[in-house]
């Protein structure tokens, strides 16, 4: 091999490894970073570990939401109809939050099973819900599912 073609294929194999570990730091990244859907009956079914951030759906049950007085903390139940996760806020809801409404929670579970939100999602017209939360209620049989 002459050495011409020697310094070529170093080159080559060189910038391989370079893509080739960009690449895997990348979709790393993304990773770590992606948010799944859960429902109530997912966190119920499931071993979810605590800490591990992901999005709840479902509706908030009636008589569920409790203010504190001297913050913005507020705890509230969501359910998919099958299933239910106890949520606490603390932050300013959005305008549509009310009970029977369908919401998107960020958070995670604490080491007590509670999910402590970090973002709290509602649906923004009577007709519109977010596509995985529709999908949630229809498993369950929730008789108001549809868009």
């Keep these: 091999m002459t050495p011409t ?25 993304l990773n770590e970073n992606m948010l799944f859907f859960v ?4 966190v119920r079914d499931q071993a979810l570990p605590a800490g591990k951030r992901f999005r ?23 359910s998919d109809g099958a299933a239910s996760v106890d949520v606490r806020f603390d932050g300013i ?10 919401i998107i929670a960020i958070g995670a ?6 999910f402590e939100a970090t973002e709290v999602l509602a649906k ?9 939360v529709a999908d949630a209620l229809e498993k369950a049989g929730h008789p108001d599912s549809g868009p």
Aim: hydrophobic share 45%; glycine share 10%; net charge neutral.
């Design 39 to 42: 429902s109530p009956t997912d």
């Design 124 to 132: 923004h017209d009577e007709n519109y819900m977010p596509p995985e």
């Design 109 to 114: 579970l604490s080491t007590n099973g509670r």
């Design 56 to 78: 709840l759906g479902g509706l908030v049950a009636p008589g569920s939401v409790s203010r504190a007085e001297d913050s913005l903390a507020v705890q509230f139940v969501v």
């Design 5 to 29: 073609r020697k310094r070529r294929l170093i080159a080559v194999l060189v910038i391989i490894l370079g893509v080739s570990l960009a690449s895997t730091v990348a979709f790393r990244a």
């Design 93 to 102: 809801l959005p305008d549509l939050f009310r009970e029977g409404q369908g």
